[in-house]
């Protein structure tokens, strides 16, 4: 078997190719996804620390890393110790280069995440980098009107790749969907058994589908908190609310990517009736739409209709700074609900970091909120404080972590096809 020349550049024709049946006959390491994602979230590494990180013999882990090489999977880069953060610490006082792990430069994945009235599409590299982004919005979301978006956003991704190749997509939306793209419910795009897959133009590249949320954790877990920690919680306000939990670097996903888990947890401070007639529940506390209904009713000479999430939270801002006593007290209040989602999740999942995102997220770290002093308050001296990540950018971070997923899905198929 000749190691040395990896299928770059045929990832999607490796395993009908002449050498692929050779391979047929040397059994891949189904730990060599594990392996991979390693690499991912924590990469380059040397092959020693990869080995210590993941409790393998060096042997195996030179086997494995062999396959990845040779599934174009994974390549070796020459850096020098004292310089690059995944260096073999036995090999530092040496003083000379070392030859690290790392996953495949020179390739792309695209992320679309879908939306109520548009989708963003970001392509990014194998170290999580976004690379290009871009928007556009719909009046419509029939499956055709959708498809035709993604159609678009994916053509532009082509063409910002340039000479790099795209290796594989993932469309995320908020709803329960399955990894092939049968949406069994979307609330915000407002499909009901629907099998968008069959609308979706197939690319020269292989495409999957995601819940949006997951797609965000996934994100998180290998290009974002999740480098520093191996235990964290995300929980998204805005349009709804959702949450995700990540133990031992692992993403516990869900099939709705918690929205139903947490979006009608009983939570005092809410305001209105829900869609299922709860009254105090997450869903009339943490959401835009709840966020608005208050300020309609508190301030009905307020224009607000109009105005985007962005200019609404703006509006907020400006409102409170001018300390009006009306949108203070809303604004408090939608504090204090956050604070309570916050810490339940936080205390169930038993992790101290949390990453919140979405549209209003932001106000958590408005200082007249003081929403770090209420968690630090309501935690004993002996516990670990909750830190409170909080994540800004908009859309193009749900649709970055859907390119985190693609490249998730990406090494699956080669690994699975391999060991097949």
Request: with cysteine.
């Amino acid at each position: 078997m000749d190691w040395t020349r990896p299928p770059w550049g045929r990832a999607n024709l490796v395993f009908g190719h002449k050498s692929a049946r050779k391979w047929g006959q040397v059994a891949v390491d189904k730990s060599a996804i594990l392996v991979a994602h390693e690499i991912v979230r924590r990469g380059p590494l040397g092959r020693l620390e990869l080995a210590r990180a993941l409790g393998l013999s060096p042997a195996s882990l030179t086997r494995i890393a062999k396959q990845l090489i040779y599934l174009g999977i994974a390549e070796e880069a020459k850096s020098h110790p004292e310089l690059d953060r995944g260096e073999d610490r036995a090999s530092k006082t040496l003083g000379r280069p070392v030859t690290n792990i790392r996953v495949r430069a020179g390739i792309l994945f695209a992320g679309i995440l879908l939306y109520e009235g548009g989708a963003t599409v970001a392509l990014v590299d194998s170290t999580g980098r976004t690379r290009y982004s871009h928007t556009e919005h719909t009046d419509t979301s029939s499956p055709e009107a959708i498809a035709a978006l993604v159609d678009r956003l994916l053509s532009s991704a082509e063409a910002a790749a340039a000479n790099e190749s795209i290796e594989a997509a993932v469309i995320a939306l908020d709803g329960i969907v399955s990894r092939d793209g049968y949406v069994t419910s979307s609330a915000a795009l407002s499909m009901q058994d629907v099998d968008l897959s069959k609308y979706v133009d197939p690319r020269l590249y292989p495409t999957w589908f995601s819940n949006d949320a997951d797609a965000l954790s996934q994100g998180e877990l290998w290009f974002g908190i999740g480098r520093q920690v191996d235990d964290f919680a995300v929980l998204t306000t805005g349009a709804t609310v959702r949450h995700a939990i990540v133990r031992s670097g692992k993403l516990l996903s869900s099939d709705d990517g918690g929205h139903r888990r947490i979006a009608h947890m009983p939570l005092s401070g809410g305001s209105g009736i829900c869609s299922l007639g709860h009254r105090g529940c997450v869903s009339t506390a943490l959401t835009v739409q709840s966020l608005r209904s208050r300020v309609a009713w508190a301030q009905p000479d307020l224009k607000q209709n109009d105005l985007s999430n962005d200019e609404f939270i703006a509006l907020l801002r400006r409102r409170l700074e001018a300390e009006d006593p009306a949108l203070t007290q809303i604004l408090c209040g939608f504090e204090h609900s956050l604070h309570k989602a916050v810490t339940v999740v936080a205390s169930v999942a038993m992790v101290s970091d949390v990453v919140l995102c979405g549209a209003l997220a932001a106000i958590a770290e408005w200082p007249e909120m003081e929403f770090a002093k209420e968690l630090a308050e309501f935690l004993g001296p002996n516990i670990d404080p909750i830190r409170v990540h909080v994540r800004k950018g908009g859309y193009a971070n749900w649709a970055a972590g859907a390119g985190a997923v693609a490249i998730d899905c990406w090494i699956r198929r080669l690994v699975e096809k391999a060991t097949q």
